[in-house]
């Protein structure tokens, strides 16, 4: 206990209880972590990459496969042979891409996601805008990745084609479990997928190069049917291009770290960087090896088998156990992948939440230390997604990679912003911001140049992207993200004038002087006398009021109500048409008319508890169809006193 | 204003203001009617015949063709002669019926449902049943009802087959809207389509006996297909008695008037019985007419064209402008059938509701003077019946007619042992029912042996229908009424229970001595105080509780607190699992535990109160889960007081 000298306030703290009591919730995500527990929920370099690596490792699974498809839109023989020059210029973007990165997580320690970096560096509107690109693209890198891994068992097991919708669903409810325990054990649990993955991918490419270069390496045998429609006779510029904006699905994810940097162990920002660099060297030679053979096999795009099954069986001459290991681990991944979401969306929707741009909700972590309501929500809307588009990875990826390249384009031109404002100070001084503080770099001019090409780079993909792949489903994303963007603005709006609303700049206190307190009386019994009780002790000024609907029953209760009222006045209410909402609110609307200020107006409603729910249907819900109507008034507070108090 | 001259207790009446606005439910169903307009909406007998007659009436529309449907599944040719000896059992059953009614209505001037015979004379487990059995029954009389309506419509029409439940389920909503508006109106509404259906129905059974006695009647062309399955080789005894019972869905409705005769005009007995009389000649003629001729003409059963249908194109040799008035007349009969039910499932729900057998919000008059809910309920429940049997009359009839047996032999039942009880009384005593006096009478002997008789009648015809249709669905009614008699036992004990608790005797006062109050503070703004303002004019007990989830926001809390808490203790519960109801529902009981007599504990919950309902989503509910959570604790009151007061 303390009490302030000057004001006399007391103040008495009350330590915590025990721990809340087991029960099936717990039993699902686990035993409650308390806050102080927060910042041990730390990870290294290995688990860092199992983390936030999978989802972009995982696109090499299908960003080779999708050039494919979109390629063979076109009736040209050997039409094939662009997918390995298509997929160099994807490699060099690419490494464009992780060196802005690389500087951008060195700059914000803090976490130097899309959104903080333009919030600091370029204002409200492109952080707003980048933080809608960014969740709907967490939503959409869920449905992918879940759909293509269901496209893989799909390719092992043909039997379950007409299931994949339901297990996709199911693979994604399952994952919100594993995230809602929290993210230091599903990292342990993703680290060993992960790394099964990288090595059998290894092992296969390997694999293709000894034959490729022993010359043993045949074309695929009984190649599944294509299932892109021709619809072109000549090779154009907008086919490669459109091919291209396919292939750059392969970049989804690279940002992943950026995102994530505090929940790397100290020093963040070096272990996040090489991590990065680790992650961006195995996604880039796994891809553009995988796009080599695949060309050299002969793998055909098809919804009923995968490039990466074609590939497996044709290196290794059968479906053997090395063959199913590949395909496990690849749909495990790409499964997992979907796991960055899952750390990514709750924090950034936190971030948001934070900034009052969503509701405040967000920012509210579950007895497990995770944003437990961001999960769930990103589950569900990733189920929806998966269920509009009956989990075709083509169909989703065409509404995909717009809002990637939207966030990378912001992301870098608030970095050069950055550098441009750290090279017009003078050594020693510093801007201050929310996301990091700006010193002066020597080296500002480099570095300014290096982000700012990125910027320039990913603003054309984009537009490309947009371009091409409009009709495909890319305007669905382009007419989403300026609604998200105005929703947001909405909703700091209604917080800001709240805010403003509750300030105490220029408060003067409040009174209140007197109370006048209403009674609703149905009929005079145990219950409504100890309402009048509990009225009776709040103020002298009480008045009973009966609705009227049935003169008999009315005359009841005047006669009981001068033997019963103890003095207290009756206001009957006559109803000819039964109504009993309706009078009272008449006569509520009467009194709040003369009340005078610093006067409150209480109506104590006499209420029937119920020992089960559904005894309420045997009952008349007076009390709530009264708080509903009147919710609205100010100067007006309503209560219910439970019958035998 | 009056004031009782002992107690000093003021009265005030208020009168009622201006009728209620005009909305869109006033658009649908009409203006509001003032209580004291309700003895003027009664009936006369022409009317009266319309609005209570429709259902036993249209019964003729399907009672020929059920005992149809059972004979033809014995492969046995010339079974169809059964027909009309059959009937002419019905007919007998009927008269016997109607006479035992014409009893009922003459002692029960105030309506003799079997619901109050059984009550007054039998005790409260036979009155229960009946009224189980008749409500059940009412919600068939619907469903059965307007699915044969829209199966005289499809045979005349046979491209709305498909669509049939949609059709029937719309019909009985715009029965339930005609009866929302109230009874006066729909008998006007009423009585053209009946008359047209009996001069109809008339003008095709006159015209069928002239073509019989002229030799010119042919037999069916082009009969529909059977759609029973003949399972039988040889005619049995079980049966007649099967076919017999599904003829005995002929007597349905009889007993309607009895229920309403409050709705007719002064001498209601007198009236209501000569209604009756007309009712039973005009049904059993146009019932044993039907079955007659439909034998002669050869006609069949099916679904896909009614015997009606049959007999009319036949006796008129095409399906011209006289055909279809007698199949619009008959569909239309059908579907307003369904409006007796109308007319009395929300009356006897009432009266059980108003003896506490069912919830008391059933003896609510709306605003046109109808139980506007036992309308709805109907409504609802009808249109389940009919899509969960898909509109198949045949299949409904299984369900149906147990019901009505059983509430007729109680009825009988209990007449018998009111005619008893008058025989033992000496002339000039009475003894008085909530329902009717009984009175001697001379002939009580002559009057029990009919009653009596009829009560036997009835209960044989019950076990017959119970036993040749148990498989058929009768199982389903005869487990659904007692379930649903335990259900009005146990909602009767609970009203009485209740009352028992709130009852006045050994009422000594209640007293609350001190309020204890507790204010919520999450954080220090003019919402929180004007929360405290409000609770410290309830009480000098006050104390102000926030709950701590995040150290840095509580100590801005303790900060503003000393500056503007105005003394007032604030106690800090530590929460560091980050819980907000869990800590509050641990404090609160630990005030609770050591409450003294006559001490109330409030919670005051400062609140949001949104422009908007979407503007709840951006903030918390404590106050909502909080009323959840303590719901049954008493001794305590929560309240809310919204923001800016």
């Known amino acids: 206990m303390e009490t302030n000298t000057i004001t006399g306030t007391t103040v008495i703290d009350i330590p915590a209880g025990q721990s809340p009591k087991r029960n099936w919730r717990q039993w699902l995500i686990g035993s409650p972590l308390q806050t102080g527990d927060a910042p041990k929920q730390t990870i290294g370099k290995m688990i860092g990459l199992a983390v936030f690596a999978s989802d972009a490792l995982s696109s090499t699974a299908y960003a080779t496969q999708e050039i494919m498809t979109i390629l063979a839109t076109v009736a040209v023989t050997g039409v094939m042979k662009f997918v390995f020059p298509i997929s160099i210029g994807i490699f060099a973007l690419m490494a464009i891409v992780t060196i802005s990165y690389e500087q951008t997580i060195h700059a914000y320690p803090g976490g130097g996601g899309a959104y903080i970096v333009a919030r600091d560096n370029l204002g409200e509107l492109p952080a707003q805008t980048a933080g809608a690109a960014l969740l709907t693209d967490y939503i959409l890198t869920v449905a992918v990745s879940v759909s293509s891994g269901v496209a893989q068992i799909v390719s092992a097991f043909p039997g379950l084609y007409n299931y994949r919708v339901i297990v996709a669903v199911a693979m994604v409810l399952l994952i919100m479990l594993i995230n809602l325990r929290g993210v230091k054990e599903s990292g342990t649990l993703f680290a060993i997928p992960t790394y099964f993955f990288v090595i059998t991918m290894f092992l296969t490419v390997v694999m293709g190069f000894y034959r490729f270069f022993t010359g043993s390496l045949t074309t695929v045998i009984n190649p599944p049917e294509i299932t892109a429609v021709q619809t072109l006779t000549v090779v154009t510029p907008f086919l490669l291009l459109h091919a291209f904006a396919s292939g750059t699905s392969a970049l989804t994810g690279i940002e992943a770290i950026s995102n994530g940097i505090t929940a790397f162990k100290e020093p963040r920002s070096r272990n996040a960087g090489i991590t990065l660099l680790w992650m961006s060297g195995i996604l880039g030679s796994l891809f553009l090896s995988i ?355």
Not at 305 to 321: H, P
Request: proline content about 4%; charged content about 15%; overall charge positive.
């Open 291 to 645: 796009s080599f053979l695949a060309g050299k096999i002969g793998a055909v795009p098809s919804d009923y088998e995968t490039v990466i099954s074609q590939l497996a069986r044709t290196v290794y001459g059968n479906q053997g156990i090395l063959y199913l290991a590949i395909i496990a681990g690849t749909a495990v991944i790409l499964v997992m992948a979907a796991n960055t979401a899952f750390a990514d969306f709750p924090r950034l929707s936190a971030l948001h939440a934070g900034d009052g741009f969503l509701p405040r909700q967000l920012t509210f972590r579950g007895s497990r230390l995770v944003y437990s309501r961001g999960i769930v929500s990103l589950a569900i809307l990733a189920s929806l997604a998966i269920i509009i588009f009956q989990a075709n990875v083509t169909r989703l990826i065409a509404l995909y990679a717009i809002g990637v390249f939207l966030s990378f384009t912001l992301s870098q031109a608030g970095m050069a912003r950055r550098w441009w404002k750290s090279g017009h100070l003078k050594p020693g001084e510093e801007i201050v911001e929310p996301g990091s503080t700006v010193i002066h770099d020597k080296n500002w001019k480099f570095k300014m140049v290096i982000n700012g090409f990125g910027a320039i780079c990913t603003f054309v993909v984009m537009i490309v992207f947009a371009v091409t792949k409009f009709k495909d489903g890319a305007w669905i994303i382009i007419t989403l993200i300026p609604i998200l963007v105005t929703v947001f603005f909405a909703i700091h709006h209604h917080y800001k004038e709240l805010a403003h609303k509750l300030s105490l700049e220029h408060y003067s206190g409040i009174r209140v002087d007197h109370q006048r307190v209403v009674v609703l009386i149905a009929g005079v019994h145990r219950g409504s006398l100890a309402a009048l009780a509990y009225a009776r002790s709040l103020s002298t000024d009480v008045t009973a009021v009966h609705v009227s609907t049935d003169p008999v029953e009315s005359k009841k209760v005047r006669e009981k109500w001068t033997m019963y009222g103890e003095g207290t006045r009756l206001v009957v209410l006559d109803s000819p048409y039964r109504l009993l909402i309706e009078p009272l609110l008449d006569y509520i609307e009467k009194l709040l008319a003369i009340r005078a200020k610093n006067e409150v107006l209480t109506i104590v409603v006499p209420q029937f508890v119920p020992s089960h729910w559904y005894e309420n249907l045997l009952h008349n819900q007076t009390a709530s169809l009264l708080r509903l109507a009147l919710l609205f008034k100010p100067g007006l507070v309503i209560l219910e006193v439970p019958y035998l108090v």
